[in-house]
């Protein structure tokens, strides 16, 4: 069951690092800076941990890259008894396993909540950080690790008469805790990013009438989303270099035949796997991986003219 009340707590003094925020590399940076016998200090600004997945919990919300990617790869034990139940893991599924981890690692007692940073300065005579929070505490540190991500700050757009408006409006980036019910409303969407397009089709379902505001069409493709292999997650593991020529065999097993065009060095294994299954899972084809040198090269046919 998950700790609350020791997320509280603070570290001993003095303070090594402080790091800003605690969703994936936070907490990641808590668990390696304390192995190394660092005293450190998480702030984070929400009232619990998850980083962009305690925020954005809109209906339909879900990561794209494949759940066995999208996961940490520090801890062998970790991997093999954690099991995703899908494909491309929801928001809740996700969260579920970023509380997991920080219970299995105990890393809450590093962790202060609530408390968002609002100043940061270093000074080169005493080769210290200082940090101010919107509570008005100072902590001083020899580190300061900014894990606030790129998707933390949401962006209001600012319409006209917006302040004014009689209905409900919602931010996909800073969701309600509680369900909305659309049943029977009129609702407009404004945008069709990623959050659009998966918010969309869940409020279409409830609304009595849905608009759909775009500006630039967007280019998506069906996720093609389902129960996690069970063989794959048993069968796949992470090294350094990226994922191992004999399990992104296994990965592609199903499609393992005749060879007919190679695509190497593609950034980011994880996400490199996930765009090539998902081009296989609409068109299907064939794929065979080997990886050499820290360079992956998937070996690719479609079925396709």
């Not at 034990?77 to 099991?83: D, G, K, N, P, V």
């Not at 509380?99 to 080769?127: C, G, P, W």
């Not at 630039?216 to 350094?240: L, R, Y």
Request: glycine share 10%; aromatic share 10%.
């Amino acid at each position: 069951m998950k700790n609350t009340t020791a997320t509280q707590s603070t570290t001993p003094s003095p303070i090594d690092a402080v790091i800003v925020g605690a969703g994936f590399a936070g907490l990641y940076s808590v668990h390696k800076l304390r192995g190394l016998g660092l005293n450190v200090q998480v702030l984070e600004a929400g009232s619990d941990i998850g980083g962009t997945w305690f925020w954005n919990r809109y209906p339909g919300a879900q990561c794209d890259v494949e759940s066995l990617e999208y996961s940490y790869g520090f801890s062998d034990a970790l991997q093999q008894e954690w099991e995703w139940p899908t494909r491309f893991a929801s928001q809740p599924e996700i969260l579920r396993y970023i509380n997991h981890v920080a219970d299995r690692f105990d890393l809450r007692r590093n962790i202060k909540l609530s408390t968002r940073v609002t100043q940061a300065h270093y000074d080169e005579k005493s080769m210290l950080w200082s940090i101010v929070t919107d509570a008005g505490d100072r902590v001083t540190a020899k580190y300061c690790i900014m894990a606030s991500g790129n998707l933390s700050l949401p962006r209001v757009p600012k319409f006209p008469g917006l302040d004014q408006f009689k209905g409900n409006w919602y931010h996909t980036g800073l969701w309600p805790h509680e369900p909305i019910d659309f049943t029977g409303l009129r609702v407009g969407v404004i945008g069709t990013g990623a959050s659009g397009i998966q918010l969309i089709p869940i409020v279409a379902r409830q609304a009595k009438h849905l608009h759909v505001f775009q500006r630039t069409p967007n280019f998506t493709v069906p996720a093609c989303n389902g129960p996690a292999d069970k063989k794959v997650e048993i069968s796949v593991t992470s090294t350094g270099a990226g994922i191992e020529s004999e399990n992104l065999s296994k990965l592609f097993e199903p499609f393992y035949r005749t060879p007919e065009a190679r695509v190497s060095n593609i950034p980011g294994v994880g996400l490199g796997l996930s765009v090539v299954k998902s081009i296989l899972d609409m068109h299907g084809g064939e794929v065979k991986a080997e990886s050499s040198e820290g360079t992956s090269t998937f070996i690719i046919r479609l079925d396709v003219v």
